[in-house]
């Protein structure tokens, strides 16, 4: 495994003349997503707040069947189109530049059903290790993180196999990548004050590393044979 630095400098190299495709799909992407969830919003309870007493007054019960129904929605779409961000960001660690259009769809042809299945289970069991306390839950969700890269990687590993072996890959392997992701926080940090304008920049770039982060690992617990090529 390389050094964090290493992963940043070279997740920065790869993202040159690349940011202009990368931020448009991932616009398109909250756009999707977002559109489910502002529905559910219109639909749920409205109450009144006495600010002397802080008591609150249901003034419209809403529609609970309709928010069930647009958060669900707004998961599957949030599922798939965590797929289809890593699949971009994998091309990218690949010297590719990704296509919009056909960006767009790779999250919906590659067996969407495996990769809504994969997220809840990562959402389940990180809420339930989060139940227990704050660190449980971050470690879970670096145990299982490998999993949606993995899903990427073989059309033929299900959503629990995909889980189980990103055990196996992040074990003795978690505090590196918390610290590669801790690196990037103070940019993300420094973008609020630029009212998020900054993040189009450094998301790409984080997610670039991940995948490089991902590339060494897989190498390291799938050597190579000996005259054989690593393919995509």
Avoid at 47 to 72: C, H, K, M, Q
């Amino acid at each position: 495994m390389k050094d964090n630095l290493t992963y940043r400098e070279e997740a920065k190299s790869k993202m040159i003349g690349k940011y202009g495709p990368v931020i448009l799909t991932g616009l398109v992407l909250s756009i999707i997503v977002g559109i489910p969830q502002g529905l559910a919003t219109q639909f749920q309870p409205v109450y009144a707040i006495d600010w002397e007493t802080f008591e609150r007054t249901l003034v419209d019960p809403g529609t609970p069947g309709l928010v069930s129904f647009f958060n669900l929605i707004s998961f599957v779409f949030s599922a798939i189109g965590g797929y289809t961000l890593v699949n971009m960001f994998i091309k990218i660690a690949n010297n590719d530049t990704p296509n919009i259009e056909s960006q767009l769809l790779v999250g919906v042809k590659e067996n969407p059903t495996r990769t809504v299945v994969h997220t809840f289970i990562v959402s389940v069991f990180v809420f339930l290790w989060a139940l227990l306390l704050v660190i449980p839950g971050i470690m879970a969700s670096y145990k299982y993180s490998m999993g949606i890269y993995l899903l990427n990687k073989n059309s033929n590993i299900s959503a629990y196999e995909a889980l189980d072996e990103s055990k196996g890959y992040m074990m003795g392997n978690r505090m590196q990548l918390f610290l590669l992701d801790l690196s990037y926080f103070w940019w993300y940090l420094l973008g609020i004050f630029t009212f998020g304008i900054l993040w189009f920049w450094i998301f790409p770039k984080h997610q670039t590393a991940r995948v490089l982060f991902y590339n060494d690992l897989y190498v390291a617990k799938n050597p190579i044979p000996v005259n054989t090529t690593l393919l995509d």
